[in-house]
């Protein structure tokens, strides 16, 4: 049973000749009180989360839309909207707000201290780097101190030789191709800091040796089973395109 508007109404079931009514009364139900569910304490720049209300004497009042919403300092805490039963607020800029929200005689408030958390530096995960020529690499990364910075962590990433090293991403990660045999170094900046590893880069290997995962292998008539080819040296010019498979006896196993 659904209340659609405020009024009497006989909700009636019938089976066969038998019947059977109940009386419904809809009515309004507002709020009589509300309070902040678990308001946030601090708030780094430019970082958002969404305040929410608890009401009485129902969780849903029909009236909780009408909730007003201000903030006494836009240009440090915003707000997406001014009305709804719940709002998303946003740091600005360092300093304190108040967050109101009111609703008819009542009023609710709660103080949010946004933060400015500056870097202090920043490292890569590897001092050296192994490449080899056409092969892609990310395994370098930018770790930014302190981790919680409100500060942008954009990563600008450049090479000393792009001859050697072309760098081909701007993530967190250094991503690059290598061009040709040689050392070059790979410099991380954020803001005003840097940091640097260096990168040398081989001409891929040839394959040197090969193996199967598996030495022995039994089978009953009409079963299949897969084996795979392990190449050595790992950083070889292995392809398994160029792999070709034979039988000894192609009337037993093939």
Known sequence: I???????????????????????????INATDFNF?????????NKSVTASLSFQP????????????STSDPAVVSLEGTQGYRMKI???????????????DNSRS???TVLDIPITGITLTEETVDAYV??????????????????????????????ILEVTGSSMYGSFTAKKAGTVNLTAEVG??????VVNVHE??????????????????????SLSVQAAPFTSDYDSKRLKWSSSDETVAT
């Open 2 to 28: 659904k209340g659609v508007s405020e009024g009497e109404a006989d909700v009636i079931v019938r089976i066969g000749k038998e019947s059977i009514s109940y009386h419904v009364s809809v009515e309004k």
């Open 37 to 45: 569910s678990n308001p946030p304490k601090t708030l780094n720049i």
């Open 58 to 69: 129902v969780n849903a009042p029909d009236n909780r839309d009408e909730v007003q919403w």
């Open 90 to 104: 946003t740091g600005k800029s360092a300093g304190t707000a108040t967050i109101t929200a009111a609703l008819g």
């Open 110 to 112: 709660f103080d949010v």
């Open 134 to 163: 056409g092969k892609y690499n990310s395994s370098v990364r930018v770790i930014v101190s302190p981790s919680n910075t409100t500060a942008s962590t954009s990563v600008k990433w450049t090479s000393s030789d792009t001859g």
């Open 192 to 197: 005003e800091f840097s940091a640097t590893c």
């Open 204 to 225: 891929v290997p040839a394959v040197e040796s090969i193996a199967l995962n598996k030495d022995k292998l039994q089978l009953g008539i009409g079963k299949s089973s």
